[in-house]
């Protein structure tokens, strides 16, 4: 009996601590960030529980350097960012941890984050060393972002439909500029064009009208003149000359939160095959998946029929903001472009390693039931918890970087030189208008760099963008 309850009073724990997702997890810090509330949100992960577990680190890291950089505070969020780097760059697998996680679940796992977080984190270190001007910096970063790109799609095989980043190349031409290096910015500017036009189907981003502006402007400024008149009948567009008497404002909006994981399942019927072999099968969505189990664990298994497993998905949060432009006196004086839609690229990234996550979950449903076999045979109550506690606690790992914004947008604009007052209009979804004054200094010749963040959204909503009741408090 001591046995059982051993059992039992573990089992329990554990239930209770894997059935909460992240996001549940994360309540306190979300409702501030909800709230607008930045200070209370840096405040609370101050508190050194938020970097416990260990296995979540990365998302501490993430989740405070986002926040400093909310805050304005660049140069420390910076050095959370570089925390992350570092640690995803070191990340080796506890193969302690990940055992016990093909026991009862993957959120028991040291999270190394998904390839997309991996690659966004040098977006937040570039635009937080453009504010502060550092250029030569952000540069490194835009080119590490790119590294780190290659790496992931090499690792993949290039099989990857996420496998180029055109907002990376598009961002690097931007800090090439702001360095006057306009050979290299038209280099990056053309790489990005291509890129968008090549591998962004499918990533709801359409090639952005201010990169074939850029594009254009750093061929003029390079002195391709071919290749002006090349891109000028590609576009059909003409070059627009620029004021050398004036500067430019880029400003990126990062509209809403991206989305959150949840999870789904599927059940499987288990059909015996010769030689030790069983075929997980779902007729349905037209999947099967086989494995050696050999002939004891295939009699154990094949008694059951049917199995659940559990693998993430993601929930999209619905951006309050439709659109946004930049006014002064006379009107509308610029537009801003999706130039990264992270939701998108997010669904996209799961898709890539889809089969291998329903792949682990039915290996680790085959191991949990081989293992309550085993305990039936010892202790025929221990092996009936131990079934319970299996079906329980098949839960998919539902952690993410639940601080990214929805879309990443841009718009560049020509300033007169010294301080410029400008409005920022940002439209909701029924045609409400917030209006958000700034005031620019403007130096002749040079670009300014600015971003901006709305936190809001508006409910939930699956990937096809139909609203859900998705109630997790």
Avoid at 204 to 220: F, G, H, S, V, W
Avoid at 387 to 404: C, P, S
Wanted: net charge neutral.
């Amino acid at each position: 009996m001591k046995l059982l309850q051993k059992i039992w009073l573990g089992s329990l724990l554990l239930m209770v601590s894997s059935c909460a997702t992240y996001y549940q997890k994360n309540y306190d810090l979300m409702q501030a960030i909800y709230n607008g509330n930045l200070d209370n949100a840096e405040q609370l992960l101050t508190d050194k529980k938020w970097q416990k577990p260990n296995r979540n680190i990365l998302l501490y890291y993430f989740n405070k350097g986002t926040v400093l950089s909310l805050n304005g505070k660049f140069s420390e969020s910076n050095q959370y960012f570089q925390q992350a780097d570092y640690y995803i760059e070191d990340f080796h697998k506890n193969y302690a941890r990940s055992f016990v996680g093909l026991l009862t679940n993957p959120g028991y796992t040291t999270y190394a984050g998904e390839s997309f977080e991996q690659i966004l984190l040098h977006y937040y270190t570039t635009i937080n060393y453009l504010q502060m001007g550092n250029y030569e910096s952000a540069l490194v970063e835009c080119k590490r972002m790119q590294l780190k790109m290659q790496k992931i799609t090499d690792l993949y095989g290039g099989k990857n439909k996420y496998s180029k980043d055109a907002f990376c190349l598009n961002l690097m031409g931007m800090v090439y500029e702001g360095l006057k290096d306009y050979n290299n910015a038209f280099i990056s500017f053309k790489n990005a064009y291509e890129t968008y036009k090549a591998d962004y189907v499918g990533l709801d981003t359409k090639i952005p009208i201010q990169l074939k502006k850029d594009l254009l402007r750093t061929a003029y400024l390079t002195g391709f003149n071919d290749q002006v008149e090349y891109y000028q009948k590609e576009f059909e567009m003409k070059l627009e000359i620029p004021n050398k008497d004036r500067g430019s404002l880029v400003f990126f909006w990062n509209n809403g939160l991206g989305p959150v994981k949840d999870q789904n399942s599927i059940t499987f019927t288990i059909m015996p095959m010769g030689g030790g072999m069983v075929n997980f099968v779902n007729p349905e969505l037209g999947m099967q998946f086989q494995f050696f189990v050999g002939d004891d664990d295939k009699k154990s298994l094949t008694s059951l029929r049917f199995v659940r497993i559990a693998f993430p998905k993601y929930v999209s949060r619905v951006p309050y903001y439709a659109n946004a432009s930049i006014l002064d006196t006379t009107g509308i004086i610029g537009q801003f472009e999706k130039a990264e839609d992270i939701n998108a690229i997010a669904y996209k990234s799961l898709d890539d390693r889809m089969a291998k996550e329903i792949g682990e979950a039915i290996l680790r449903v085959a191991i949990k039931q081989a293992a309550e076999q085993l305990a039936r045979k010892e202790n025929q109550g221990a092996g009936m918890i131990l079934g319970i506690v299996n079906a329980l606690t098949e839960q998919a790992d539902t952690r993410n970087w639940q601080l990214l914004p929805n879309t990443i947008n841009y718009t560049r604009i020509e300033l007169p030189e010294g301080e410029n007052k400008l409005d920022l209009s940002l439209k909701t979804y029924k045609g409400l208008e917030n209006k958000i004054p700034f005031c620019f200094n403007i130096k002749k010749g040079n670009v300014l760099y600015h971003s901006l963040n709305t936190l809001e959204f508006n409910g939930y909503s699956d990937r096809s963008g139909n609203l859900i009741n998705f109630s997790q408090w």
